[in-house]
Nanobody, 127 residues
């Protein structure tokens, strides 16, 4: 099983980046894919989630209206389009897979329900 993130980098505030999470080793449409981030000295934060099973999406309050997640089932890839980036978006971004439903921020530690994780990609937003 592999989840491989790409697309991170350095961008100025107000700019955009698109992260990709390429999945292999399990049946893509049986899992949901979430994006988490971890800023220096902080815990993991659930950013978004998408279910290719029923089209459900979730966004954290801090990214609503700026980030969009989408899935390309043919390519077993999930994207996170990040627009109007802010310095506080600086973090390592991870994708994670969960079966059978999306991660929920209702729980204190949604990351504990992940089945698989990627290695992470750094996003740095300069002011």
């Amino acid at each position: 099983v592999q989840l491989v993130e790409s697309g991170g980098g350095l961008v100025q505030a107000g700019g955009s980046l698109r992260l990709s999470c390429a999945v292999s080793g399990f049946t893509f449409d049986e899992y949901t894919i979430g994006w988490f981030r971890q800023a220096p000295g902080k815990g993991l934060e659930l950013v978004s989630c998408i279910s290719s099973i029923d089209g459900t999406t979730y966004y954290g309050d801090s990214v609503k209206g700026r980030f969009t997640t989408a899935a390309d089932n043919a390519k077993n890839t999930v994207f996170l389009q990040m627009n109007n980036l802010k310095p506080e978006d600086t973090a390592v971004y991870y994708c994670a897979a969960r079966h059978p439903s999306c991660f929920s921020a209702t729980f204190d530690s949604p990351e504990e329900s992940a089945n698989y994780w990627g290695q992470g990609t750094q996003v740095t937003v300069s002011s």
